[in-house]
């Protein structure tokens, strides 16, 4: 998925209805997305965007296959997730770890996953592979680059990931699970 | 656990007996403990510091739920482990990774654990949950920040800690096993 | 394995054989060996190196206990994977991580195992203890040190390999699988 620096997102229903960060989305009302299958990309358009949740919705004209959803939004500490994106504008990438918390302050998951600029806004996984959220962000500290402009610097091990039913409600979307 | 950036430490038996890194107690002769579980946190003195080893002693008035300790305490190299801690002031957060190395040498156990200020001082557990080791540092690298002060970057993958055996030996402790 | 700064290699067959990168060779014609096991160093000639794709050959005068070899190249997403080095000149340091992808285009398997400059030219194993690739690097971002300096800060969770049976194809060795 393509506005600028890129992004990933993933289909909710098998009618093209993706998910994906706000952010990633920014203020485009429309945005180029690809498949990790490879082939041509389609224009979709932005139909819902919550930007204080950072999360959005995007339909594309497209027969997609959705991920999984859990039942239920609760995981646990130590569970295994895997999570999948598309950093750098690579192809797809898969990486593991596991819950090291959820944050019920913030209401997101944390996890020791390691993701990188690109995986904003793919799926987070648990070990059934449903996918429980939306991996957002990982923490970074900004320092100098060598020609005095800010770089971020990725702290390893801290991820935090939207959980999907939360997501789901904020965007008012119901949804159909796979069984 | 905090005198200013905090740490972590871990109960060694039910009578409030906790151990954690002599780093983290700095200077200090009473602490403030706060249990993960929340509430109120407690003042507690500082019994016995060994800052050649960075470890410390402290006796909290209340009764506790140790940590189970192991009875041999070498460790296999790729053995499963998992810290606990609370990096940044945050609730508790679950690393998981595998031991490295036992750095004879350094007499220190290595892993792929990630671990965070915060973290220091905290349990280092075995799949077995048998605290093994105390979470001492992660390798680190100072570079320039974006006002030309020093901001120490994580090296991913280097996490040290103290044998706890080693640990309780120089702090001259005994203490009974759980069964 | 040290010429400068060091890498680390690994024997492919029972006289001596040693696969590496040629990075860690440089120009060296001639590089000093050291078991992981400790003992004395041995002095072994380099004989083969294809700097395009940073693959070299070493042949050392000693009996050596080869890596088992995998029958085929291909790996797939999400297997686990072990690399084993000599980071920072410090002994045998194992880490653990999944496979991310095939990158096909680069011919280079990816993983988030964690390695650091010592790892080059050391074996990544499968699970079954296969040396399936040469981890060769991982991706870093260069930033300032406190005196202005560049440092290259490692970007967590992305390593990358050679696949074997592709670097002694290049390499146009043939070697009898262990069985």
Known sequence: MTPEGG?????????GLLI???HVIESYNEVRVESFAGGHSISCPVVRKVDDYDVA??????VSLPVRLPWKGWVQRGESVNAIGAPFGKPAILTKGVVSNHLTEEELIRSDVEIHPGNSGGPLFNSKW??????????????????????DVTVPGITKAIPILRALKVLNIKVHHRK
Do not use: H, Q, R
Not at 7 to 15: C, E, H, R, S, W
């Open 7 to 15: 992004g990933t997102g993933f289909y909710i229903n098998k009618d």
């Open 20 to 22: 994906t960060n706000a």
């Open 57 to 62: 919705l995007v339909k594309c004209d497209t």
């Open 130 to 151: 449903e996918a429980i959220g939306i991996t957002t962000s990982n923490y970074a500290i900004p320092v100098m680059g060598l020609e005095g402009e800010s770089v």
